[in-house]
T-cell receptor
Framework: AQKITQTQPGMFVQEKEAVTLDCTYDTSDPSYGLFWYKQPSSGEMIFLIYQGSYDQQNATEGRYSLNFQKARKSANLVISASQLGDSAMYFCAMRDNNQGGKLIFGQGTELSVKP | DVKVTQSSRYLVKRTGEKVFLECVQDMDHENMFWYRQDPGLGLRLIYFSYDVKMKEKGDIPEGYSVSREKKERFSLILESASTNQTSMYLC??????????FGQGTRLTVV
């Protein structure tokens, strides 16, 4: 069965430093997509970055990059130059393209950025 | 800009009422999803749809039904609202090879 694991319930980072949020996944299907979302206290789920299983290069979007290690089944999110506004819950998710695109989520990591 | 719109941000309903939560996307996505989010339980999939008039049960479909008559609209129906359905409801849409996007969420309180 597909599964997403985020092992860090909470993380702290100093403003302007980089931080890595861990995500591992489990699937036997060759075609899948990996996502990261930010959820501030307002509750909205904000899409950050996407990586397809066949993509050769790691995805990047501004200060966000996804460290995709297919053999290890990991898809860690790296946030460079942290800002106070980055404080939020972060969710890793996987879409199984062979099951109607079903999206499953990890339990989330709460990131706190210290001034 | 991509857009997924949920009909209400906050909703208060009485026990036993029939409740409709509407979600509309403007990205021509095939797949649409309804989740509920509760503290300590993360996001749980209620139903999803991969095409018009097609639907699949998620992890917690009991007490809910869905409707997808048009590609852009996916409705979640609480047949008879109960207090244990008080939650944050999130709608999303996605397409293979592309991102998956959420609406702003609906905080439903059943009293």
């Amino acid at each position: 069965a597909q599964k997403i694991t985020q092992t860090q319930p909470g993380m702290f980072v100093q403003e302007k430093e980089a931080v890595t949020l861990d995500c591992t996944y489990d699937t036997s299907d060759p075609s899948y997509g990996l996502f990261w979302y930010k959820q501030p206290s307002s509750g909205e789920m904000i899409f950050l970055i996407y990586q397809g299983s066949y993509d050769q290069q790691n995805a990047t979007e501004g200060r966000y990059s996804l460290n995709f290690q297919k053999a290890r089944k990991s898809a860690n999110l790296v946030i460079s130059a942290s800002q106070l506004g980055d404080s939020a819950m972060y969710f890793c998710a996987m879409r199984d393209n062979n099951q109607g695109g079903k999206l499953i989520f990890g339990q989330g990591t709460e990131l706190s950025v210290k001034p | 800009d991509v857009k997924v719109t949920q009909s209400s941000r906050y909703l208060v309903k009485r026990t036993g009422e029939k409740v409709f939560l509407e979600c509309v996307q403007d990205m021509d996505h095939e797949n649409m999803f309804w989740y509920r989010q509760d503290p300590g339980l993360g996001l749980r999939l209620i139903y999803f749809s991969y095409d018009v008039k097609m639907k699949e049960k998620g992890d917690i479909p009991e007490g809910y039904s869905v409707s997808r008559e048009k590609k852009e609209r996916f409705s979640l129906i609480l047949e008879s609202a109960s207090t244990n359905q008080t939650s944050m409801y999130l709608c999303a849409s996605s397409e293979e090879g592309r991102g998956a996007f959420f609406g702003q969420g609906t905080r439903l309180t059943v009293v």
